[in-house]
T-cell receptor
Framework: RKEVEQDPGPFNVPEGATVAFNCTYSNSASQSFFWYRQDCRKEPKLLMS???SGNEDGRFTAQLNRASQYISLLIRDSKLSDSATYLCVVNLPGRRALTFGSGTRLQVQP | EPEVTQTPSHQVTQMGQEVILRCVPISNHLYFYWYRQILGQKVEFLVS????????KSEIFDDQFSVERPDGSNFTLKIRSTKLEDSAMYFCASASGTGNQETQYFGPGTRLLVL
């Protein structure tokens, strides 16, 4: 089983739509969780950390479900500029190294 | 806003040659990382470096690879004898090392092509 699994997509949505991505992780003792965004041929950039209580940053909401070992990202009111690949990222127990999922590609269309 | 920088942005080399990829981490950061991303694949961890020594490495980071912090600012990744399968984007990252959820900041990457 992969350490971090994501639906590769692509998700094609119209501007203004709400879209949600899920990610599952295999190690129940994983400690820290993040969503990164990666534009084509660019570096990953931190979108938001994911906290146990869930957290929101503008149009973006992240949730963590430790019992089911999944993380979600909700994007409201999608913009053309949201088009990118969204990477689910986890710290495995005792490690500082980041473990990346393969990413979910989002294409927001006019 | 401080950022991680990397040079060169692109490197083309012949199989068997040595390459050195350079990174300048954010100045007050203490933890440094190299990751790679083969085209179309996920980002993979190579090595982490703290207090002038390797703190963690993956199975990818074999004897062909080495890292160094030759001075107070640069952090380098050397590939001793490149193979075709080393072709990838190499990202350097740095982190302050404080807080429960450490944020790693990535450089723009070096695209390595081995012919």
């Amino acid at each position: 089983r992969k350490e971090v699994e994501q639906d590769p997509g692509p998700f094609n949505v119209p501007e203004g739509a709400t879209v949600a991505f899920n990610c599952t992780y295999s190690n129940s003792a994983s400690q820290s969780f993040f969503w990164y965004r990666q534009d084509c041929r660019k570096e990953p950039k931190l979108l938001m950390s994911v906290y146990s209580s869930g957290n929101e940053d503008g149009r973006f909401t992240a949730q963590l479900n430790r019992a089911s070992q999944y993380i979600s990202l909700l994007i409201r009111d999608s913009k053309l500029s949201d088009s990118a690949t969204y990477l689910c990222v986890v710290n495995l127990p005792g490690r500082r190294a980041l473990t990346f999922g393969s990413g979910t590609r989002l294409q927001v269309q006019p | 806003e401080p950022e991680v920088t990397q040079t060169p942005s692109h490197q083309v080399t012949q199989m068997g040659q040595e390459v050195i990829l350079r990174c300048v981490p954010i100045s007050n950061h203490l933890y440094f990382y190299w990751y790679r991303q083969i085209l179309g694949q996920k980002v993979e961890f190579l090595v982490s470096f703290y207090n002038n020594e390797i703190s963690e490495k993956s199975e990818i980071f074999d004897d062909q690879f080495s890292v160094e912090r030759p001075d107070g600012s640069n952090f380098t990744l050397k590939i001793r004898s490149t193979k075709l399968e080393d072709s990838a984007m190499y990202f350097c990252a740095s982190a302050s090392g404080t807080g429960n959820q450490e944020t790693q900041y990535f450089g723009p990457g070096t695209r390595l092509l081995v012919l």
